[in-house]
């Protein structure tokens, strides 16, 4: 009856519009009246309790690393160079989306942030080259989802805080996963342009190549600088957002100077709003979850799901269809609140490495930012681009379909996110 008075809260709540930050904190005051334990002060103690928590300061700072990328120039200087390497092939302005993803992505881990630039930068003048414009937005909101998997990643350090699980392990595991869903996603562009007409860029001379790697070569470090110092434990992943938005701040106002001091404060401002949603998210988050433990729903989900925990392959398909449904009706930060307190028992007592679930999770919850109706990519990337929902749908449902295949993969071979993890690990 708990499971039921937890769901029928959340989802009665969420119906009638009410924000899922508010939503979260009814289902955990419910589940306290129906248990006879409410007391007001319960709640205010885990909302506070809630963003109480040192890894939590790296996300602010990667949002303010995500804004300075896009206001600094450090984005279009990427795209310059993807470009160069690449764009001259048939379809070449795809791939150039899709690998500006994966470098953007090792910046400012911010799907919406990457998706926004891109789209803004990209998508005119792939339909210019004669790409289909819905097809040309899918593609480039298929690759803004790769920032959450390819650290440094907002969602694997609130996942990492709400599973108790190493953020820096979950860092190190996530790269060769983003990297294959880049992969799939080459596959599927290939697939989508191989009969339409396009003309791509010009093939670029090796001094051109050069002198683009150079002008982005302050941006193109970024990435090495945070994988050397978490692999050699320089730096926390706390640590390495404060190193990633002082290194931004500084390429984009001392050496591009494109970020101008008349600029920051909007940027700090712009930064403080978007830390404060996900912040009070979180805080939310902690009543309920306190409430799941205390009513042990996650007791009951577990008895649940016992018919699989002989196969954990079974199982962890079971998980990740669970979480491709409520992705569709949730963001991301609210799906890994909600679900990961609810799973992670079941995770645990099926012995299933809880580094590896947590990269699986954090994948399928990216790809929940391009799933109708909700997915808050699939929003920006519709206004940007000037297309229509119903159009960029169906543009990005050959992308999907490539990511979830990806996923598949990874769940029928755990050693791709193991066996690259140990090696990035030691």
């Keep these: 009856m708990t499971v039921v008075v937890f769901m029928s809260s ?27 334990i409410f007391d007001s002060q319960i709640v205010a103690q885990n909302v506070i309790n809630g963003v109480d928590s040192f890894p939590l300061m790296a996300v602010p700072f990667f949002i303010l690393a995500g804004e300075v990328m896009n206001t600094g120039g450090l984005a279009r200087r990427i795209l310059n160079f993807a470009i160069a390497l690449v764009g001259h092939f048939r379809g070449g302005l795809g791939y150039v989306a899709i690998l500006t993803s994966c470098i953007l992505a ?17 998508v005119p003048m792939m339909v210019a080259a004669g790409h289909n414009r819905a097809s040309s937005a899918g593609l480039v909101a298929a690759g803004g989802i790769i920032a959450p998997v390819i650290p ?41 342009v191989r009969a339409e007409n396009t003309v791509s860029p010009p093939r670029k001379s090796l001094a051109e190549i050069w002198r683009a790697l150079i002008d982005g ?30 290194y931004s701040l500084f390429v984009a106002m001392v050496i591009y100077r494109e970020l101008k001091p008349s600029q920051l404060p909007a940027l700090l401002v712009s930064s403080a709003q978007i830390t404060a949603v996900v912040m009070f998210l979180v805080a939310a988050a902690l009543v309920s979850s306190w409430l799941i433990t205390v009513a042990e729903i996650s007791s009951q989900i577990v008895d649940m799901a016992r018919p699989f925990m002989g196969n954990q392959t079974i199982l962890m ?18 799906t890994i609140l909600i679900l990961t307190p609810i799973l992670m028992p079941i995770v645990r007592e099926a012995n299933i490495d809880p580094v590896y679930f947590g990269v699986l999770f954090i994948i399928n919850n990216a790809i929940g930012l391009i799933t109708p109706p909700v997915g808050v990519v699939l929003n920006v990337v519709c206004g940007v681009s000037k297309v229509s929902m119903d159009d960029l749908i169906r543009g990005v449902w050959p992308f999907m379909i490539a990511q979830l295949a990806v996923l598949f993969l ?6 791709l996110v193991t066996g690259p993890a140990k090696w990035f690990g030691g």
């Design 10 to 36: 959340l989802l009665g709540a969420m119906a009638i519009g009410m924000p899922i930050a508010f939503a979260l904190i009814i289902c955990g005051v419910a589940l306290m009246a129906y248990l006879g």
């Design 106 to 122: 090792s910046l400012s881990g911010s799907a919406v942030a990457d998706a926004a630039a891109l789209s803004a930068l990209l």
């Design 217 to 246: 070569f302050w941006a193109l470090m970024l990435p090495m600088i945070i994988v050397v110092g978490l692999r050699f434990g320089i730096f926390t992943p706390t640590e390495a957002a404060v190193v990633v938005a002082v």
């Design 152 to 192: 440094p990643s907002i969602g694997f350090v609130i996942f990492g805080v709400a599973a108790n699980v190493s953020i820096s392990k979950l860092f190190l595991a996530g790269i060769f996963p983003g990297l294959l869903l880049g992969v799939g996603l080459c596959f599927a562009w290939w697939w989508v």
């Design 317 to 334: 398909i079971f998980l990740m269809l669970l979480v491709v449904v409520v992705g569709t009706a949730l963001d991301m930060t609210p």
């Design 410 to 415: 990874l769940i029928l071979f755990p050693v």
